[in-house]
């Protein structure tokens, strides 16, 4: 007798499984934005938690741009253009942006606007919002220039091996750490936040910009009344 094996059921088989490592498999890697957060455990008086203090605190607000004497969201090929606002300190300052007397004081609308601009394309220097915060983290970001040429210079260990440069990356990271929570040098605490209108994009890059800068307490916090004030009140005088 002739034999004869039917392969015909293998078909529906590797279908199967063909289907099954289609839908099971990761075509693109999720990419994710890690964020440390810092434990509330230790911490009594947690009405505190979002307390900073005015020396330290600077609010950045993300908006989009405005087109010229209208309040629509102005666009490039289909993209909002992000604007900054931002203001250190307390809100309209120690007097307070809104009186005694309920009236919007103009005067004391600390807001200002920044480019959304990282560094010159030319020359490299920091503008826009990263040169606002690497003047005020100036004195980290100066002891994490002096670690960083310690460590291409082998401070911390040799770096011709991949051991080596594995433990010098490590030592060099314990060190940045300890800078960053150095209580004695003078950093700033940022407040992020953001209007309905912003977009995700912005968020993300100030959330870089903060990685970039070195800067040690960061957070994102909703819009207050007295934020979107002053926020009107900036756009009303640029309007006038």
Do not use: W
């Not at 529906?12 to 890697?29: S, V």
Request: some cysteine; overall charge neutral.
């Amino acid at each position: 007798m002739a034999i004869r094996v039917d392969f015909t059921p293998m078909v529906d088989m590797n279908m199967l499984l063909i289907t099954f490592f289609m839908l099971c498999t990761t075509m693109i890697k999720s990419q994710t934005l890690t964020i440390a957060l810092p434990t509330n455990e230790k911490i009594e008086n947690k009405e505190n938690l979002n307390q900073a203090s005015a020396e330290d605190a600077v609010t950045i607000i993300l908006d989009a741009k405005r087109k010229a004497g209208s309040s629509e969201v102005d666009s490039v090929n289909g993209k909002v253009v992000p604007v900054v606002y931002y203001y250190e300190g307390k809100p309209g300052g120690d007097a307070g942006i809104i009186g005694a007397d309920g009236q919007i004081h103009h005067e004391n609308n600390n807001l200002k606007e920044s480019e959304f601009l990282s560094s010159d394309a030319k020359t490299g220097t920091a503008r826009g919002i990263r040169e606002i915060i690497q003047k005020r983290n100036k004195a980290v970001l100066e002891k994490i220039t002096e670690l960083k040429k310690k460590y291409e210079n082998g401070g911390f260990g040799s770096l011709e091996t991949k051991e080596g440069r594995e433990k010098a990356q490590e030592a060099y990271n314990k060190a940045a750490s300890e800078v960053r929570k150095d209580s004695t040098l003078s950093k700033p605490v940022i407040i992020i936040k953001s209007t309905p209108n912003a977009s995700y994009e912005s968020l993300i890059n100030v959330l870089d910009e903060m990685q970039i800068n070195q800067i040690a307490k960061y957070q994102i916090d909703n819009m207050t009344q007295i934020d979107s004030v002053m926020v009107l009140d900036y756009r009303g005088m640029l309007n006038k």
